[in-house]
């Protein structure tokens, strides 16, 4: 959980940079794709969860990608739930693409 949340804030970090693009609103739904993946869960506020690990999560994650152009990942981080930290999915932090003119 914690590198989950250093990550979150190091895109939030990143993001204050690109302060003077514009971007794609999300609340627009033309601008958002459905998911591609019933599995994935959504948390809202571009961050979502993939219970897919190795192949099958990248697999997931090309779709994902595929099926929400709009949206550029951000963020990956694996969430060791299990007692010995293995991961057993996958936390997928998204923004808006954004065109910087």
Known sequence: MRRFLSLLA??????????????????DLENVGAGSDSNVVSYGNGVYYFPQTKA?????????V???????????????????GVDHGYFVVTHPVRRCE
């Open 56 to 64: 099958s999560f990248g697999n997931a994650l090309s779709l994902f």
């Open 66 to 84: 595929q099926g929400n152009e709009s949206l550029e990942v951000v963020a990956i981080s694996g969430d060791g739930s299990h007692i010995d």
């Open 10 to 27: 190091l895109a939030a970090t990143l993001s204050a940079f690109l302060g003077g693009c514009i971007y794609d609103d999300p609340a």
